[in-house]
């Protein structure tokens, strides 16, 4: 770094940063892919893990909140928009 210049963080590009509407449907997806594995080397009950991870999505797609959403909110994960538009 240059000591003359201040230290300074880069600005987040617009539409980049993660928020509760992008971070949801990537929980989701892991704990899907988890619960696939789960489901192929030990039982199929796992397969329960996979339709709550579904009826959560659905709560969010309709109502606009899950609890893996509230919970995000509270540690700071912002609202945004679910689809920005491309500039």
Same mark, same amino acid.
């Given at each position: 770094m240059n000591p003359t210049q201040p230290d300074t963080v880069? @600005? #987040? #590009?617009?539409g980049r940063a993660f928020t509760v509407e #992008?971070?949801?449907?990537?929980? @989701?997806? !892991? *704990? !899907?892919?988890?619960? !696939?594995?789960?489901?192929?080397t030990t039982s199929q009950w796992w397969l329960l893990l996979t339709?709550? *991870?579904? @009826?959560?999505? @659905?709560?969010?797609?309709? *109502?606009?909140?899950?609890?893996?959403?509230?919970i995000m909110a509270r540690l700071g994960l912002e609202r945004g928009p679910a689809?920005?538009?491309p500039r």
């Open positions: 880069p @600005a #987040r #590009r617009p #992008r971070a949801v449907p990537l929980m @989701a997806a !892991i *704990v !899907i892919a988890i619960s !696939i594995v789960l489901v192929a339709g709550f *991870v579904a @009826a959560n999505l @659905a709560l969010f797609a309709i *109502v606009g909140w899950c609890p893996a959403s509230l689809c920005p538009s």
